[in-house]
């Protein structure tokens, strides 16, 4: 399905979607090319060795033994047929052995012989119920050939049998993203996401998950009202994510002759043409949103910032407005205080820095102006303080920042009087929302 722009709102078709990468969970099979990775170190889910059940005959059992010894360093060094061919006569001399049939299982998946390893792996599971790395073997084989529900059915089963497994919960996740099931993949993904926090793949797919539910939700409000300004607000927000402000533009002014006095919208608009460097147009955008709502805290913010640009003390009438109403945007306080340095108003400059350091403790370029405010009142001791804090926060960010601010740094006081400003950094986790 198409929206009215043309992108295309279907799902991503779950074969094009990553396969099973088991090097990043320490689960990597000899001849299995994991993902992204390519060839990779050989790691083993291997059990210990066997137990011989009593029932078989004393000369098998030795044999039974030996071939086992055998197949497990034909796999060790990477000679798959040859374990194969180990396992199976194993499993002749012993053939009620689990440990025989759950690694001969992992021979056939390091093989791709999915199929394969599905049969012997539920037979070992049959001899052995309580087996949680079989389960989670048997999961990934099923997952391999795309039969989902059962995969996610084994997976289950490996977590009812060892709770702490985060392979067989990520694995889980993935399964219900293959089935379709979005709702319960982001429930999987984001329990998982608290226990790896940091780890990109968790990441990844709890996105995927959660971009799938919007994806249908979409689907949904385009097939409901197909040219409603809703529509093309989502999608102009879809196009300014991807940085596509072009497009973001035409589908806001679209959005905005359906309904011109939608709250929000002549914001949105403003905002992405200031992208565009549009400052006189975006501006015209920001006065319209005023007229909708007069106290609008953040489109007062981004015209003070516009003004800023050529006139501190209009800019500052419009930022003391924003702050006003807004004491906890600690955007708008640092523009506010960059006119107000401006303007000469040192003292209440640092106090509106003061402010952005106690609401955004990780922004590094209000160091820099604190500084500078403090050489203009003669606070020496404070200004060094302040240069060496933006220092170490620019370092923390990016090696460019990191650059930019140490050549501001190197010039002199008479010098940062006319370098230019370096550029607010706040986190995007702080990026106002519009309501």
């Known amino acids: 399905m198409t929206s009215p722009r043309g992108i295309d709102l279907s799902f991503t078709p779950v074969s094009l979607m990553p396969r099973t990468d088991v090097s990043k969970h320490g689960l990597v099979f000899p001849g299995y090319k994991a993902g992204r990775l390519g060839s990779v170190l050989i790691v083993f889910c291997l059990l210990p060795g066997p137990s011989v059940p009593a029932a078989v005959p004393t000369d098998n059992q030795a044999e039974a ?26 499993i002749r001399l012993a053939p009620d052995l689990p440990n025989a049939y759950h690694n001969l299982g992992i021979t056939y998946f390091s093989e791709r012989k999915y199929g394969d390893a599905v049969g012997v792996l539920e037979k070992t599971v049959k001899l052995s119920p309580h087996l949680a790395p079989a389960y989670f073997m048997l999961g990934l084989s099923y997952y391999e050939l795309y039969e989902s529900q059962k995969a996610i059915e084994s997976f289950r089963t490996a977590i009812r049998l060892s709770s702490s497994d985060t392979n067989a919960l990520f694995y889980l996740g993935k399964s219900q993203i293959q089935a379709h099931d ?10 998982l996401a608290k226990l790896k926090p940091d780890d990109p793949d968790v990441l990844y797919n709890l996105s995927m998950a959660h971009l799938k539910l ?5 689907s949904r409000l385009s097939r409901a009202a197909p040219d409603s300004y809703q529509l093309w607000l989502l999608l ?38 200031t992208k565009e460097g549009k400052f006189a147009e975006a501006a015209q955008e920001f006065k319209g949103e005023l007229d909708i709502s ?17 006139d501190p003390r209009k800019a500052a009438e419009y930022l003391e407005r924003s702050v006003t109403l807004r004491p906890d945007l600690p955007q708008a306080s640092l523009a506010y205080g960059r006119a107000l340095a401006r ?15 106690k609401l955004a403790p990780e922004e590094d370029s209000v160091h820099y102006h604190l500084s500078r405010a403090y050489r203009l009142l003669g606070r020496n001791d404070g200004a060094k303080l302040e240069m060496a804090k933006f220092e170490e926060l620019a370092k923390k960010k990016s090696e460019r920042t990191y650059e930019k601010a140490r050549r501001l ?27």
């Not at 072009?246 to 608009?269: E, F, K």
């Not at 303007?343 to 350091?357: D, M, N, P, T």
């Not at 940062?416 to 400003?421: H, M, N, P, V, Y």
């Open 65 to 90: 033994r030996r071939l086992f010894e055998e197949a497990q360093a034909a796999k060790t060094r990477g000679d798959l047929q040859l374990a194969e061919q180990k396992y199976l006569e194993v």
């Open 182 to 191: 979005y709702v319960g993949a982001a429930e999987t993904l984001e329990k």
């Open 214 to 218: 919007m994806l249908g939700d979409v």
């Open 236 to 273: 102009a927000q879809e196009a300014e994510a991807r940085g596509d402000n072009q497009s973001a533009i035409r589908d806001y002014q679209h959005a905005l002759r359906l309904n011109p006095n939608g709250v929000g919208m002549h914001y949105a608009l403003g905002s992405a043409l």
């Open 294 to 310: 007069p106290n609008d805290a953040l489109a007062l913010w981004k015209l003070g910032e516009i003004a800023l640009r050529t």
């Open 343 to 357: 303007l000469g108003e040192s003292e209440e400059a640092v106090e509106q820095f003061r402010r952005v350091v």
């Open 409 to 435: 740094i190197e010039l002199t006081g008479e010098e940062q009087k006319t370098a230019e400003s370096p550029e607010p950094g706040f986190d995007p986790s702080r990026d106002p929302t519009h309501h």
